[in-house]
């Protein structure tokens, strides 16, 4: 399973990268393996800005819909738009063209309480 060691994690299985004080947010590995193909995401809160831990999205599998949970208080500035046509993209890239969402941060220090790599491994039992 990929772990990426640069990124920060949730307890919700969502991975975060930090440039500056925007955030890009995806799903991790183990959370697409759980989900199963994924056939459709959804994300209605661009330009809002929104408190950690809310509702930003959703994410439809095979058999399940999930909510996707906010890591970090901020406005949602960039949709992925290409999960649109290519969902698929979650399950075969998590990290990289499968990312979901980018967020401009409003409390940096929230970062401090996201997971790091050995925290998430130990989470999930790795």
């Not at 991790?28 to 056939?39: K, R, S």
């Not at 399940?64 to 949970?69: A, H, P, R």
């Not at 208080?73 to 990290?95: A, H």
């Amino acid at each position: 399973m990929n772990i990426p060691s640069e990124l920060k994690y949730t307890k919700d299985h969502e991975w975060i990268s930090i440039d500056g004080d925007i955030a890009t947010v995806g799903i991790t590995d183990f959370a697409q393996g759980e989900l199963g193909d994924i056939v459709y995401v959804e994300v209605e809160t661009l330009d809002e800005t929104l408190d950690k831990e809310e509702v930003f999205g959703t994410v439809e599998a095979v058999k399940t819909v999930s909510d996707l949970f906010l890591p970090l208080s901020g406005e949602i500035i960039e949709f992925n738009e290409s999960l649109e046509e290519e969902p698929e993209k979650v399950n075969t890239d998590p990290y990289g063209d499968g990312w979901m969402i980018k967020l401009k941060m409003s409390d940096s220090s929230e970062v401090a309480e996201l997971l790091s790599d050995q925290d998430y491994k130990e989470l999930i039992g790795g």
